[in-house]
């Protein structure tokens, strides 16, 4: 396999990032630091329009080398018995259910981030998710707890939290800020100065197509979050903006993957839900109907359609001014987008499209 190809051969030190959730947003935010600090650096792995292997002519011993790493490509890893140097978890939700044979297996993937590192290693792991504090304390290397709840960092086996104290951050939800207490503590670890990280992170905006706010139009606020392929994800968007007035978009098809909560947060939440047909969107329906039942509110649901351009106009009709209109499908994108990336490119354009009119 490709990237353990590159383990073999790269002179470099790498630091390997995964999860369910945020891993990209992680490691492109770890990247920046890095790079800001003066450190040679490059980026590969799971990175869209990334050749990882034709890094390699670039990196020296000095280089630090941060790679998004997917389960597939972690448990191309085990055969050889090789993990990164510096290993980050974000957290573990069910995913790719349809390809494991369940949550322990998919795990056990993920797990394979740390699972070969020498006590000499570095590995940090986000304690306020379930999985994630489990394999905190079971690494072998140096291990450092991230929580947002604690509000700061940790060293295992330690009560003493290093507080997190950046303000001015740039991006929305409790997920974004387990993402940038990640990858901070980790730039500290490697001995960036408090300055460069706070700078960096400041000046951080996110990755396309992550709650991405593409344009504001007659003061609707357009939120691209088209890589939500599972109902955590949808659920982790809608409530980014919990408190404002929200439009929501979603729908798709199911990776049967278990609702969770999304139905209550989205009946909470949300005071229009336009969705778009699939098999996804028909086990959501009747759950989110559940909700507003149980919840006695008014029921958001204005459509469901096969077409994406009338559900955008649709959804478009029912905006005001100030509101968030989302688009967080919550389930993959297959049938009526080649994946999740043409689909957020589909709304990107919709939405430049409204701009030029408006």
């Known amino acids: 396999m490709e990237i353990a190809l590159f383990f ?12 369910t959730r945020g891993k990209t947003t992680t490691s492109t935010l770890l990247y920046k630091i890095l790079s800001e600090s003066g450190a040679p650096t490059v980026l590969g792995g799971n990175v869209a329009g990334v050749e990882t292997l034709s890094l390699l002519p670039q990196i020296t011993p000095e280089t630090l080398v ?3 790493l997917s389960s597939w490509q972690l448990e191309g890893l085990a055969p050889h018995r090789i993990s990164p140097s510096l290993a980050i978890m974000t957290n573990v939700y069910p995913d790719h259910l349809n390809t494991y044979s369940g949550m322990e297996e998919y795990a056990a993937a993920k797990a394979n981030i740390f699972r070969f590192q020498h006590p000499s290693d570095l590995a940090l792991f986000n304690y306020d998710n379930p999985w994630t504090r489990r394999f905190g304390e079971e690494a072998l290397a140096q291990t450092w707890f991230t929580s947002v709840e604690l509000g700061g960092s940790f060293k295992r086996g330690s009560s003493t939290v290093t507080p997190f104290l950046l303000t001015d951050i740039p991006l929305v939800g409790k997920h974004n800020l387990e993402n940038i207490l990640l990858a901070t503590t980790a730039a500290r670890l490697l001995g960036v100065s408090d300055e460069v990280i706070a700078a960096s992170v400041r000046n951080f905006h996110g990755v396309a197509q992550r709650l991405e706010e593409i344009a504001v139009v007659d003061g609707v606020h357009f939120i691209n979050d088209s890589t939500s392929t599972t109902p955590v994800a949808g659920k982790v968007g809608v409530e980014a903006f919990s408190g404002r007035p929200i439009v929501l978009v979603a729908g798709g098809n199911t990776k049967q993957l278990p609702l969770e909560n999304w139905p209550a947060a989205i009946a909470r939440n949300c005071r229009d839900v336009v969705l ?18 149980r919840q006695g509110v008014s029921d958001p649901l204005r459509g469901i359609f096969d077409d994406f351009t ?7 009709s029912l905006a005001r001014l100030g509101d968030v209109l989302l688009f967080s499908p919550g389930f993959t994108s297959f049938g009526m987008f080649l994946n999740e990336f043409d689909r957020g490119d589909q709304f990107t354009a919709y939405v430049q499209r409204l701009k030029q009119v408006s």
């Open 8 to 19: 073999l051969a790269c002179p470099g030190r790498i630091l390997g990032v995964t999860g």
């Open 310 to 316: 009338e559900a955008l106009d649709t959804a478009v």
């Open 66 to 68: 941060v790679l998004e």
């Open 276 to 293: 778009l047909k699939g098999t996804g969107t028909e086990e959501l329906v009747p759950a989110l109907r559940e909700e507003v039942r």
